[in-house]
């Protein structure tokens, strides 16, 4: 399928986000820690030492495919260097994962409210200029994986800031601007989960129905992982 997910119905999206912020309520806190709004991430954190050997794995065996691969039209407005493996998009499973990462993929598919699972590579001198998440219905978990020792990369969330550490968790509010430059020599390793933003009744009833439209636009994502494997030098 051609064309993006973060840019279609521009005037609906709008209006969606809008009324999930609403609900969402006022002054909502940019870094969160994890477990009292995503309790399900005691879980992941349990099997780091698990889920950091597969993450490790797959990116010494396999070249992960850049953003631009499955969404150029986003990685225009984002970056197009950024690395990018989809364990599972919108509620489907990208079935190579169930070999690449299957503690990752088990994870998402068994908790309730998770929308994507992703591994997130951002290498030496890669920046993801300023930017806000196109859909206000998720909230974000970003576990660290592989953080560089030496001059760390940080996200800056609105006006916070946040410094991923190897094994532990955070939840961002990406609805809001944020930006990474990563300076350092290393890559940024982490692992990325999409959850449902808590909401109320109504407001999660929109958000379940808005993100079942969206599953249309998950082999775009799998397949990549696909292509990079035939393709991959």
């Excluded at 051609?2 to 002054?27: C, H």
């Excluded at 760390?152 to 509010?173: F, M, N, S, T």
């Excluded at 999409?194 to 397949?223: I, S, T």
């Amino acid at each position: 399928m051609q064309g993006s997910p973060s840019v279609n119905n521009p005037r609906l999206r709008e209006i969606t986000n809008w009324f999930f912020l609403r609900a969402a309520g006022k002054d909502r806190p940019r870094i969160l820690p994890p477990h009292t709004v995503f309790p399900a991430a005691k879980k992941l954190e349990s099997q780091f030492a698990t889920i950091q050997a597969e993450v490790d794995a797959l990116v010494e065996r396999r070249s992960i495919p850049k953003y631009g691969t499955f969404d150029p039209v986003r990685a225009a407005q984002v970056s197009e260097d950024w690395r990018l493996y989809y364990a599972y998009m919108f509620g489907k499973s990208n079935e190579l994962a169930r070999k690449d990462v299957p503690a990752l993929l088990d994870f998402a598919e068994s908790t309730p409210g998770v929308v994507n699972a992703m591994i997130s590579i951002l290498e030496p001198g890669v920046p993801l200029p300023a930017h806000k998440d196109p859909y206000a219905g998720i909230m974000r978990y970003h576990l660290g994986v592989r953080v560089p020792k030496e001059n760390p990369p940080v996200i800056r969330l609105d006006q916070d800031y946040h410094r991923w550490k190897e094994g532990e968790g955070a939840v961002l509010d990406v609805s809001l601007e944020h930006e990474v430059t990563n300076d350092s020599n290393e890559s940024r390793i982490i692992v990325i989960i999409d959850f449902r933003r808590p909401m109320g009744m109504f407001a999660d009833l929109l958000n379940r129905y808005c993100l079942h439209k969206k599953k249309k636009w998950a082999p775009q994502f799998v397949e990549a992982s696909r292509y990079d494997v035939m393709h991959a030098a």
